[in-house]
């Protein structure tokens, strides 16, 4: 057995699930229950067209507090010629509202409207039960009155088969006569986790563990489809213990999710184990992050529906890696659910956006990739969230996802493409869209500006990429620390020179520590910029237009120190983080970089150089209603006393504007 | 105490009830309940910032099944000179996707791209375990390889405060070392419905009862919006039983939501009961419908919550009609709920709409009309539905929400105004806009296109109607049944009349039946239009410019009887289950209008006149794609087998082309 894939495309492999699905009529609502009429019907779809089986109102009932009358009786009273009623002889009764018309009226007069009189004539404030009512205006026949059928007519149609389930639906149905519905039954799926080194999500952890929340999002996603989940425990890689499991889960499940581990070897497996039980219908589909998804039909001997001709249920081989699991559910799982649910497939809203950075997509295969949107003046950007299939928080972080098609090879910055949003727009308006230099005081920002209804969205492409995002205006502002040598001081003359047309404000953020990170206790004894040069030493870099790395260079210049000289120059990350995680895992010995970050995950450090880390903000933006809040958390004191407490960070200068056009 | 009520304005009325609640100290986040991490914490609201507990991956993992080596030892490999590497010398070693790197390693290189080799040098099928391991290319350090924290970052932030979450936060969530979450603690609404005449849903009604269905509406309002509810049992009219019932209810629940029998004295008991247990806030707010609303504070004795420092709840008086009753929960209990959650308030997205009929408002008060939503050509349109606050079907039609301000006093046809979307975009652009003549058909078309991936949302405005809303681009067609005494034909000179310019496509639907709709057992004995003279006689009429009015009139002008002449002449209703509903409530004696109409309500027909009933289409939406399953439909048996079941209609003629441009 080959350990290669075979990817089919996406239309392809769908269509083959649809008619082995077909095959088994099983593509069809799965099944009908009767619920009760409560609100736990809310969300439901209804499995059969509902007719009312009474009216409602169902008898004339009176719109308002007053007197039922007989309209003509009252035709001729003018405010000079009043007509009085007698109670007594049953002219006119008082009715509350909904109460039932009296057989002999057909019109009701509203209490403010009548003067309602003793039996000697005068006013009195027994206003219900008075001797006589006297009115001094007519009324028409059938005024203030909800006849019969007013809402619904007994047999009309109230709502048709396949409606999910609202507030309104719910009492529309009650008021039609009915306690209780019939509903498109729930398909019961099973989620199988496999894989030996899978280990329950809390688990403390040893090297080459992972965590299995994979069955947890795909149990969410199933819930949220209107499906119920089984998440079945973790299965070790063994052939014999996951075709059991397979089987127990199929006798009484409608789908089977078997999620394998993420290697080749781990969705051989899979594919073997469909083959065993049933038959494999697909082996790899040209998706990507994604492609090593089974599609198959095993047997499913016992059953939950006895009703069935067939007894074969779909089940579908998950790729192990977080991003390619969740994306093979919402292509795959939700058509199918929505099918046995007798509803329509959930659709995103679409939206075209100009690409913020050039993607480079693989020529054979649909391309699913997570983007962030922003809307900076009129346009919709998207940028790119990182394409590694086991990045979960690129879905976290995502407002949508955006299809590059098998045919295309990629796209370059500035070109359209069509983004499914997850958001709304109202979101996507309320969101800062933040492009440059990462600081670890934009996670707080972000936290801060989340309770002030602002999104916080920032890309690290680096302060020079930064400023050039906004010359395309394609940011609202951008983080900056770009020393000019011949002045020392920051940005101004790289905005000057990367944005000149565009008026801005500048505003410093904070002062900043920058040094070298160590592991603790220094093991390599590195002290300063030269022992960068020593052949023992690895290095980590930034990556090219980041700050850091002009700071480095400026500093290694002066120095009289050679770039190539240095081990591990060429070694790029695009975070503070990122170099602190590169020392701390040991890929390298050491990286310029900001205490703060050092701190963050508890390494030494040896301080070089103070600089400032500035925001720089297009005047269009800064005057805004969309960064007012950010203005205001600079001249807070919660914010900060919060950034005061990270390492090495200089809270003095916040807020200090810096340069205003 | 005054009946009447004291209407301010809805934001003043909201500013009164948020004081309120910052005086006691409710308006922030509830509480904080931890929940375990599963698919249940779907929809739920972070309470607090999360920050990750580990990284992950925790580890530098092999990105790829292969072989781990030192990138720099792979330097210089050449497809014409490769590289070897033994295992047994640890200089290469077997990695699966997911395996920790070995601590020695910084690459690794896919197995794909390696010959596995044996002790003799020669290809080996053990590709796992070979003993020697032959490469062409060098690599790069680091390829292949998921570094510790490529996805997550050990301190960083993962989710802000008041995130609700979704399927790929709760694995994030996971991945960052947790099994448990702070969510926000769901707030507890009581919903207690009160009025003597009100019944239990299921019942078997006599005249006077009300089905009590608000409870229904507003549990899964509040259900949907994140809340618990509780639903109490019918409390009577009786001031000391609702008292004790609002007592009760507040001990154990954070907010009580008091709903009220329609009539303006039953919230006079409401306020009273309020008055009495805690601070009458607001009585009566300038919106309709729902303006009888009381805001309040009741003391909650025992509480719930033992870290308060006041004892006051909110209550909220609830007016009695279903539609009053729902859009007071959105308009008030919404934002309450978001605050008590930490999550913003839920929006709606908007659109400009144009304006289909005109709408008249009250002056002083915040008007919220239902409207039909539909896309005609490139025009969104509203179609105003029933206003009435009794019409819990105008909340299930509705696609949208429009706020006419107090300020205004109505808009003509025509106008724009901003419609608050219940529907999505793609809903409506799957809708089909029929404005004109009312048909029972029209009911089951509606169900048959639902099964076609189409809405059908029809307006009855009658014959006439129809024909100019498409003369104003306002419909994608038009039921039309207009007799031209001239021709004895149907509908062409009126279509050349009404819209001269527009290039049209009249199919025939059905053939119908008008004749008298009468009692069963036909009482007064009405055995022809002359019988509607007869001074015992009281007749309902259509509305002007239905088609079955026309028919009327040029019968009644034919016999030489005047309109004059007949008792109720002026009595209009607007559909023909409207006719057929005052024949079989007792609100007249007869009617003229459709067989099908007197079959649904148990009434005797007697037949007079046949006439056809067309489908008017212009040409563009008739080509187009949004109406196609339509005439699939009409081409279809099982539509034409549907219809035929009913009374007085003739299939033979559907889908007849009557005239194309």
Same mark, same amino acid.
């Given at each position: 057995?080959?350990?290669?894939?075979h990817d089919i495309?996406?239309?392809?492999?769908?269509?083959r699930?649809?008619?082995?699905l077909?095959?088994?009529?099983?593509?069809r609502?799965?099944?009908?229950?009767?619920?009760?009429?409560?609100?736990?019907?809310?969300?439901?779809?209804?499995?059969?067209?509902?007719?009312?089986?009474?009216?409602?109102?169902?008898?004339h009932?009176?719109?308002?507090?007053?007197?039922?009358?007989?309209a003509?009786?009252?035709?001729?009273?003018?405010?000079?010629s009043?007509?009085?009623?007698?109670?007594?002889?049953?002219s006119?009764?008082?009715?509350?509202?909904?109460d039932?018309?009296?057989?002999?009226a057909?019109?009701?007069?509203p209490?403010?409207?009548?003067?309602?009189l &003793?039996e000697? +004539?005068?006013?009195?404030?027994?206003?219900?039960q008075?001797? %006589?009512?006297?009115?001094?205006?007519?009324?028409?026949?059938?005024?203030?009155?909800?006849?019969l059928?007013?809402?619904?007519?007994?047999?009309?149609?109230?709502?048709?088969?396949?409606?999910?389930?609202r507030?309104?639906?719910?009492g529309a149905?009650?008021?039609?006569?009915?306690q209780e519905i019939?509903a498109?039954r729930?398909?019961?799926?099973?989620?199988l986790p496999?894989?030996?080194?899978l280990?329950p999500i809390?688990?403390?952890?040893k090297?080459?563990?992972?965590l299995e929340y994979?069955?947890l999002?795909?149990? *969410?996603?199933?819930?949220?489809m209107?499906a119920?989940?089984?998440r079945?425990?973790i299965t070790?890689? $063994?052939?014999?213990?996951?075709c059991?499991?397979?089987q127990?889960a199929?006798q009484?499940?409608?789908?089977?999710l078997?999620n394998?581990?993420?290697?080749?070897?781990?969705? $051989?497996f899979?594919?073997r184990?469909?083959?065993k039980l049933?038959q494999?219908?697909?082996h790899?589909?040209?998706?990507?992050p994604?492609?090593?998804?089974?599609?198959?039909?095993?047997?499913?001997?016992l +059953?939950?529906r006895? &009703?069935e001709?067939?007894?074969?249920?779909p089940?579908?081989?998950?790729?192990g890696?977080p991003?390619?699991?969740?994306l093979?559910?919402?292509?795959?799982?939700?058509?199918?659910?929505?099918?046995?649910?007798g509803?329509?497939?959930?659709?995103?809203p679409?939206e075209?956006?100009?690409?913020?950075r050039?993607i480079?997509?693989?020529?054979?295969?649909?391309?699913?990739?997570?983007?962030?949107?922003?809307?900076?003046? $009129?346009?919709?950007l998207a940028?790119?969230?990182?394409?590694g299939?086991?990045?979960?928080?690129?879905?976290?972080?995502?407002?949508?996802? *955006?299809l590059?098609?098998?045919?295309?090879?990629?796209l370059?910055?500035?070109?359209?493409?069509k983004?499914?949003l997850?958001?709304s727009?109202?979101e996507?308006?309320?969101?800062?869209?933040?492009?440059g230099?990462h600081d670890?005081?934009l996670?707080?920002?972000?936290?801060?500006?989340?309770?002030?209804d602002?999104?916080f969205a920032?890309?690290?492409?680096?302060s020079?990429?930064?400023?050039?995002?906004l010359?395309?205006?394609e940011?609202?502002?951008?983080?900056?620390?770009?020393?000019?040598?011949?002045?020392?001081g920051y940005?101004?003359s790289?905005?000057?020179?990367?944005?000149?047309?565009?008026?801005?404000?500048?505003v410093?953020?904070?002062?900043?520590?920058?040094?070298?990170?160590v592991?603790?206790?220094?093991?390599?004894?590195?002290?300063?910029?030269?022992?960068?040069?020593?052949?023992?030493?690895?290095?980590?870099?930034?990556?090219r237009?980041?700050?850091?790395?002009?700071?480095?260079?400026?500093?290694?210049?002066t120095?009289?120190?050679s770039?190539?000289?240095?081990?591990g120059?060429?070694?790029?990350?695009?975070?503070?983080?990122?170099?602190?995680t590169?020392?701390?895992?040991?890929?390298?010995?050491?990286g310029l970089?900001?205490a703060?970050?050092?701190?963050?995950l $508890?390494? &030494? %450090?040896i301080?070089? %150089?103070?600089?400032?880390?500035?925001?720089?903000?297009?005047k269009?933006?800064a005057?805004g209603?969309?960064?007012?809040?950010l203005? +205001?958390?600079l001249?807070?004191?919660?914010?900060?006393?919060?950034?005061?407490?990270?390492?090495g960070?200089d809270?003095?200068v916040?807020?200090t504007?810096?340069?205003?056009?």
């Open positions: 057995m080959s350990i290669y894939l495309p996406l239309s392809q492999a769908q269509a699930l649809r008619e082995a077909q095959d088994a009529e099983l593509w609502m799965l099944g009908v229950e009767s619920i009760p009429l409560n609100e736990n019907a809310l969300g439901r779809v209804t499995a059969e067209p509902i007719w009312a089986l009474v009216s409602s109102p169902h008898y009932a009176s719109a308002m507090d007053g007197f039922a009358v007989i003509d009786k009252t035709n001729g009273a003018q405010p000079s009043p007509i009085s009623f007698l109670l007594k002889e049953s006119t009764q008082y009715v509350d509202t909904g039932p018309l009296p057989d002999w057909n019109a009701v007069i209490i403010e409207n009548v003067e309602s &003793d000697n +004539g005068d006013i009195t404030s027994d206003i219900r008075p001797s %006589f009512i006297r009115i001094r205006a007519a009324v028409a026949p059938w005024s203030h009155v909800r006849p059928g007013e809402d619904i007519v007994a047999t009309q149609l109230v709502l048709p088969k396949g409606r999910i389930l507030p309104a639906d719910l149905i009650a008021a039609a006569g009915y019939k498109a729930k398909p019961k799926v099973a989620i496999t894989g030996s080194e280990v809390g688990s403390k952890l090297s080459g563990d992972i994979n069955s999002v795909m149990a *969410a996603q199933v819930k949220a209107g119920e989940p089984t079945y425990p070790k890689d $063994d052939f014999d213990s996951i059991q499991r397979v127990e199929a009484t499940h409608d789908l089977v078997l394998a581990g993420s290697s080749a070897g781990a969705e $051989d899979s594919a184990v469909v083959e049933g494999l219908l697909v790899g589909v040209a998706v990507r994604g492609h090593p998804v089974i599609l198959g039909m095993v047997k499913n001997e +059953g939950i006895s &009703d001709t067939g007894n074969l249920i089940i579908i081989g998950v790729p890696y991003v390619s699991a969740a093979t559910v919402d292509i795959f799982v939700e058509s199918i659910l929505a099918k046995w649910l509803r329509r497939p959930n659709e995103l679409t075209m956006a100009t690409l913020t050039k480079v997509s693989p020529a054979g295969d649909d391309d699913y990739v997570r983007v962030a949107v922003g809307k900076v003046g $009129d346009k919709l940028a790119p969230l990182s394409r299939a086991g990045v979960i928080t690129s879905l976290v972080q995502a407002d949508g996802l *955006a590059i098609p098998s045919g295309v090879q990629g370059d910055a500035g070109e359209q493409l983004v499914h997850y958001r727009k109202a996507i308006e309320r969101t800062i869209f933040c492009i230099s670890l005081t996670d707080l920002l972000a936290q801060f500006l989340a309770e002030h602002r999104r920032s890309a690290n492409v680096g020079q990429g930064g400023l050039i995002a010359r395309r205006a940011a609202h502002l951008a983080g900056s620390h770009l020393l000019d040598p011949a002045t020392g940005n101004i790289y905005i000057r020179q990367y944005m000149p047309n565009i008026p801005v404000k500048v410093a953020l904070v002062g900043r520590e920058q040094g070298l990170l592991k603790k206790g220094n093991p390599k004894g590195v002290k300063n910029l030269g022992d960068l040069s020593k052949p023992h030493v690895q290095f980590v870099n930034r990556q237009g980041a700050g850091t790395r002009v700071l480095l260079d400026y500093h290694l210049s120095l009289g120190l770039a190539d000289s240095i081990i120059y060429t070694q790029e990350e695009y975070t503070h983080l990122g170099v602190a590169a020392v701390a895992s040991g890929r390298a010995d050491c970089g900001i703060a970050a050092a701190q963050a $508890d390494l &030494d %450090f301080p070089l %150089f103070q600089e400032r880390y500035d925001l720089v903000i297009p269009e933006y005057e209603d969309l960064l007012a809040p203005f +205001g958390l001249a807070e004191s919660e914010f900060r006393d919060a950034v005061s407490h990270l390492k960070y809270v003095s916040m807020g504007i810096i340069l205003e056009d």
